[in-house]
């Protein structure tokens, strides 16, 4: 199976931040040259960027026909950031960061802050439906201020559409959506779609549901981009999606019993804490149990390879990342429980190609 790095002048944070230059602003990052190029080609009062959960490049490939609607409106492949994952990716695009800069790294974080493992989304403790707090951890600890916030504040509109609320179903998304690019003015709109990635964790990239889901997204935007005018509407993915090939951290004793607490990150981007008297022999054992599955990376590399990507570090990266980061480069994945591996097929976060790859799709829509 093919492994790769994400390209960081090519990613995600590169399409936001040719948001931010096309709206007055100067980005922290180098922008991405062919959204440039189509953002002032069409001049567009209104900028859409939609990202659908999990639709990486190979997703596409495997259910849509090349010459369809999103085939012959894809502009090149891009990466996702690393870890290639809905928090650390969406907060990227958000953000237009990387998620070394901005902290938001995984499903579940360790903030030593607090000493816990936080489900950041949700805001409780890893692995349970308590509150990890009284208050927004991630918020309150990692704050970041979004593209479209800064665009607002340049004096334009900016806003986001999301199916956490009201906007539940693809026929209200699309409502609001068109709604607001007929209000006056300049403005800059991102929008969120948690599909195809929820059933990709559910049945996997070769469940019976998945073509006609996927096909059904390519529909549903053709039709959306239809009823805009003077817009242009960016499509991407957050990360890709492979089907995995599961183990938990019971099935692994010697590795479990040299942990200090219980890994956090993403199954396939583990962070490891490692007990003192175990350090030296870690790197020897954890290749004895999983051999050429997983890179296994020293914190020290991590940071000077930059794998979480470039600019200055959160002040709680280091913290944050354990003392080894084992990071899956096949369909290995290791989960905590043995519950997670049984009921979760597809899954991201490692550095295989079907996860780091995805569209760049542009739609004029004059």
């Known amino acids: 199976m093919e492994w790769k790095y994400p390209d960081f002048d090519r990613c995600l944070v590169n399409l936001s931040c040719s ?168 403005k800059y709109l991102y929008c969120y ?48 999606h492979i089907d995995h090939r599961g183990t938990c951290l019971a099935d692994h004793p010697a590795i479990a019993e040299a942990l200090a607490r219980e890994p956090s990150i993403e199954p396939r981007a583990v962070n490891l804490f490692v007990k003192d008297g175990y350090k030296a022999d870690f790197p020897a054992r954890f290749a004895r149990e999983f051999g050429e599955h997983f890179l296994l990376l020293p914190r020290a590399q991590v940071l000077a390879q930059g794998l979480f990507g470039p600019g200055a570090n959160h002040p709680m990266l280091e913290a944050s990342i354990g003392d080894f980061l084992a990071v899956a480069k096949d369909e290995m994945t290791l989960f905590n429980t043995r519950e997670q591996c049984e009921h979760m097929v597809g899954v991201h976060a490692g550095l295989c190609a079907e996860e780091v790859d995805v569209p760049l799709i542009a739609i004029p829509c004059p």
Request: charge should be negative.
């Open 19 to 186: 948001v931010e230059k096309f709206f007055g602003l100067t980005p922290a990052h180098a922008t991405l040259p062919e959204a440039d190029r189509l953002l002032q080609q069409n001049r567009p009062r209104n900028v859409l960027l939609l990202v659908l959960d999990g639709m990486g490049t190979a997703i596409c490939r495997d259910n849509l026909d090349a010459d369809g609607f999103f085939g012959s409106h894809l502009v090149c492949g891009i990466s996702s950031v690393f870890p290639p994952t809905t928090v650390a990716a969406t907060t990227s695009i958000q953000s237009a960061r990387y998620p070394n800069e901005h902290g938001w790294l995984g499903w579940d974080v360790y903030f030593p802050e607090v000493g816990e493992n936080v489900t950041v989304f949700r805001n409780t403790r890893s692995g349970t439906d308590e509150p990890a707090a009284a208050y927004p951890i991630a918020e309150t600890l990692r704050p970041y201020e979004s593209v479209q916030k800064r665009v607002a504040a340049a004096g334009f509109g900016g806003y986001s559409v999301q199916p956490f609320g009201e906007f539940d179903t693809l026929e209200k998304m699309a409502g609001e959506i068109t709604r607001l690019c007929a209000l006056p003015g300049r």
């Open 193 to 240: 779609w948690a599909e195809p990635d929820h059933s990709l964790h559910e049945v996997g990239r070769k469940g019976e549901k998945i073509p006609a889901l996927v096909r059904e997204l390519e529909s549903w935007v053709r039709a959306l981009s239809a009823q805009l005018t003077d817009s242009l509407l960016f499509v991407t993915a957050d990360h890709g």
